[in-house]
């Protein structure tokens, strides 16, 4: 009744003054003024922001508070370093940025904890030592804010805040060993809105940056993969769009001034990356970094670019990588004219170099292509040094092998001297000494042979619950291949093709799914499917999701026009009873005024 009194005054034309008796007035003010603290009030108490808690946080354990403790002042200091660290990755998640376990100590002083006067001796203080560890997962949106949390519980702040990022505040994150009735049944809507929408809105954004190609001839780079930008469709789309309305007056300027340098932009030499969570800068090879963050305006810092200068430095480059390239083609046929001849003395299925897809490697140890080549130039030439003892070998220790796999040499792999990958290829590390090379060969060629098979049998099963269950792609999470035994997603792929006839009864055509190690929907709309998933659960949890999800976003409408149609209603009686009794009010007043 006063929500509706309250929506009624401030939609029609029948306005509190219209009322002349001064305490009619004043009883409708009071009245108006309960109903809009009511009204304008949530239900629930507005969650905390987490970036509040945080500069909380950071009061309690910031080492410039605690000069008179340098103990506890330098631990604070380093592992505050690395915390800092560990919430950027969670904003800004990064493909490269090294996977693992970050453990964190921190000293927290008892009276900030407890809300008390900090104690007036040095030696009465006492600290709260807090030990925790961060699973840097960067496919895995459970990991971090739930260890957040256990960090502020342990301090005596709020667990249940928002993060200020859609990927984690639209989405009622479960434990990382949750269900999939935990994370399915509490996202019903955010999982059919993000399985129906996000390839619409990818072709969308392509679309755009094709068309910005194709009208004003410059190459855009910009990420919308969930592994490198957290970022919601709308936002990369209007950052397009502003990007375009900046870029094309940039443009046509520079091409009508036609200055030194100015062929750069005309020719769509310079690309720009507005992925960037960095300062504005651009490099050598005409590649520019846009902030998408910064406070620095685009245009002026497009109009500041000295074009003459970019175009002698990309000269200068262009000529490095051309003297480069050719000496990179004609290292990679020495290389794999060498590897050839190992090849026919092996007499394996080939042997190669190649690149290493381990996210959980040190991105810091990444060699680039030169260096790559450089190590497997030394890695072929000791193999070539020693052929003869090879040949030798073939015919002595290793007479009874046959070693019918494929080997390759990965100059990334830092971790390990060698690794047999989900598919039997051996990577071998290319600083590895000769003896052993020829021990990882006589150790590994069998596990590698067998891995092999066993891969083949049941890559079978992938593809035919992938096309009987109608899947765009059914596929592994890369880093869940290089934490895990492989057995676990054989075991995962032979389950699928087990339900597939009844699996495709839950009408996934079209989507894409996703082994993993916990349950959830990534930002492209991939259903992530945890390893050891009970299909009858996954049967009836899946199908509950979509069908309830549809009857629920077909009723919502309906239920809430009837809401709305009832409020009306009751806003038509409230203010038809109040006119009555104002009426009779003022007209007794007006009786007693007589009287008197």
Known sequence: MIRGLYKSFSKSSLTISSFANEKSKSFLNAVVSQASRSYCNTTQEEKPKLRNLLKKFYLMIHPDTLTQHPHERNINSTNMKTFMGVIEQMRNPKYNYPSGVEKITFHVPEDKILGQEVPKSIGDR??????????????NPNAIPNQIRSLFEQCKLPTNFITEIEHYDLVNQTSIEGTVQDFILSNKHNVIRKLKDFKKEKYELEAMKRRIKKDLGVQVSLEEESRVSSLPFGENLQLLTHFENVY?????????????????????????????????????????????????????????????????DYLKV????????????????????????????????????????????????????????SEYLAFTS??????????????????????????AIVANLHRHKYFID????????????????????????????EKDKLSDKYESYRNYAQVRMGLTKLYIQSQFCYTHSH??????????????DILRDLDLSGFSMVIGDYYGVSKEGDLIIKYDFNTQELIKQLSASTKNSYVDEQQQPQEQQQQQEQQQQDIKIDLTNISSVLEHYENQNKSNNKTL
């Open 126 to 139: 006492r600290f709260k030592i807090i030990d925790i560890s961060f699973n840097i997962n960067y496919s």
């Open 248 to 312: 094309k007056q940039w443009k046509e300027k520079v091409v009508k001034e036609g200055k030194d340098g100015s062929e750069l932009v005309s020719n769509g030499l310079i690309k720009f990356d507005i992925s960037q969570d960095d300062i504005n800068f651009i490099e050598p090879r005409l590649y520019c970094y846009l902030d998408r963050t910064s406070s620095e305006n685009w245009s002026e810092y497009l109009n500041n670019l000295d074009l003459s200068v970019l175009k002698e």
């Open 422 to 449: 989900i598919d039997g290829t051996l990577k071998i590390n290319p600083k590895v000494t000769f003896e052993e090379f020829c021990d990882i060969l006589e150790s590994q060629h069998k596990n590698a042979f």
């Open 318 to 373: 262009k000529k490095e990588d051309q003297d480069r390239d050719r000496e990179l083609i004609k290292s990679k046929g020495e290389i794999f004219s060498r590897l050839s001849t190992i090849e026919k003395i092996l007499r394996c299925r080939s042997i190669q170099p190649m690149e290493n897809d381990d996210p959980t490697e040190d991105p810091n140890l990444y060699l680039g292509i030169p260096e790559q080549f």
């Open 487 to 500: 057995q676990l997603v054989f075991d995962a792929f032979k389950r699928l093709n087990d339900s597939a």
């Open 382 to 407: 000791m193999l070539i040094e020693n052929k003869s003892k090879l040949e030798n070998l073939m015919k002595t220790r290793f007479k009874k092998y046959k070693f019918s796999i494929n080997i």
